[in-house]
Nanobody, 123 residues
Framework: VQLQASGGGLVQAGGSLTLSCEAS????????MGWFRQAPGKEREFVAG????????YYAESVKGRFTISRDSTKNTVFLLMNNLKPEDTAAYYC?????????????????WGRGTLVTVSS
């Protein structure tokens, strides 16, 4: 499956952005999806995950209550709505797909990765 992330940009602290990740090549509904991010000089970290069912979602503590992950199988797309953004949310954001029903929080559990989309939050 090929993944294409988009929607990054520059936003002031307290603002909002919605990232999109469109999947192509295989059946989107066969994959659990995740969003990760990587700030300069830091390891890539888990942000949010969603199972094949839209019911099952999970968030890193640092974004819980501010970010919402969702998926639309009619559009083969997973979204990350980011509210109340903080400067520490500045990073390249990556979407990832894994075969199987459930999301995962470890990078190694994902089979496919998209290119990152850069989010910059100014103070």
């Amino acid at each position: 499956v090929q993944l294409q992330a988009s929607g990054g940009g520059l936003v002031q602290a307290g603002g909002s952005l919605t990232l999109s990740c469109e999947a192509s090549g295989r059946t989107f509904s066969s994959y659990a999806m995740g969003w990760f991010r990587q700030a300069p000089g830091k390891e890539r970290e888990f942000v949010a995950g969603i199972g094949r069912s839209t019911i099952n979602t999970y968030y890193a503590e640092s974004v819980k209550g501010r970010f919402t992950i969702s998926r639309d199988s009619t559009k083969n797309t997973v979204f990350l709505l980011m509210n109340n953004l903080k400067p520490e949310d500045t990073a390249a954001y990556y979407c990832a797909a894994r075969s199987g029903r459930a999301y995962a929080t470890q990078k190694a559990d994902y089979d496919y990765w998209g290119r990152g989309t850069l989010v910059t939050v100014s103070s």
